[in-house]
């Protein structure tokens, strides 16, 4: 499989893509104000992974380093969410050989490999 995720179906594409069009345009318009905001006054606290300083700021209108941080984070995942829909989009169907689409038989194993669970023995010896 070569980067496809067979788990989405065409609804469930849709739908991502009609949220993402619209989601999308107003997480880049709230960046891009916090990034024109950050040349103006900074809050009163600057502690940076501090959300309740950060929500405050917010209210007031004033610049915090964790709504920069979130508004770049959000504009980047946005973009990764759009990336995977397009490139599965894109994606052909390969078939199998019997003409249907290829998928693994229920008595094949997992392949081995990063992310897949593998049992391992723990013993504690005292």
Known sequence: MSGSHPDLG????????????RLDPAVRLAAAG????????????????????????????EQHPLLGVIAEHSVALLTVIRAVLDNDAHAPETPGP?????SPSPDDSPPAGPGRYQHIPVTVEE
Do not use: T
Not at 10 to 21: S, V
Not at 34 to 61: E, M, R, T
Not at 98 to 102: I, K, M, R
């Open 10 to 21: 065409p609804e469930l594409r849709e739908l991502a893509q009609a949220i993402l069009d």
């Open 34 to 61: 916090l990034a024109a905001s950050a040349a103006g006054a900074p809050g009163k606290c600057q502690q940076v992974w501090c959300p309740v300083c950060a929500l405050a700021a917010l209210i007031n209108g």
């Open 98 to 102: 019997d003409g249907g689409p290829d």
